[in-house]
């Protein structure tokens, strides 16, 4: 294992030939001290100069094209970022908006829809839901295409914990 605290040089292809274990150790071939504290292992494509400089072969690219390129990853970046709080908003109302659909689906759409046979039956469920929620009309396609599995889970699970009620009382008698 190599100490980081051990002070290195550049080792030389000479080094890598020599046949002394003091003076060459297989846990050190490619790596490159830079600070005291700090190891940077060298890639295949990396060359080291007589100034202990890394030079790879991105460093011979022109500056105004690294320049170009990292401001178009900070774009994208930004992008992606703004991107992913949206959907963090967008996911925590949603959230909030399905526990309420789940409990009024449980509570009030049950008296009327026990089982959803086909697809009409399932857009005026959702309709109804709408409604109750004032989803406006040009949401209210989004807003169904997102809400019909919680409605015909809700609806699962209230008929099935119907079932094992009345499993249970049955069978208690």
Known sequence: MVS?????????PSDYNSDSQSERNDDNIGTIAVEQDQVVQASPDTRVT?????VTPRAEESETDLVKENEALRTRLQKASRHFQMKQLINEKDELVMLRLRRYV???LW????FITDDDVLERALNKCADQFGVDEKERYDWRQRMSREV???LNNRRNNCVNDLGEAFMSK
């Open 152 to 154: 015909q889970q809700s």
């Open 4 to 12: 980081r605290k051990e002070n290195r040089t550049p080792m030389s």
């Open 50 to 54: 007589n100034s202990h400089q890394m």
């Open 111 to 114: 008296k009327k829809v026990k």
């Open 106 to 108: 449980k509570e009030q």
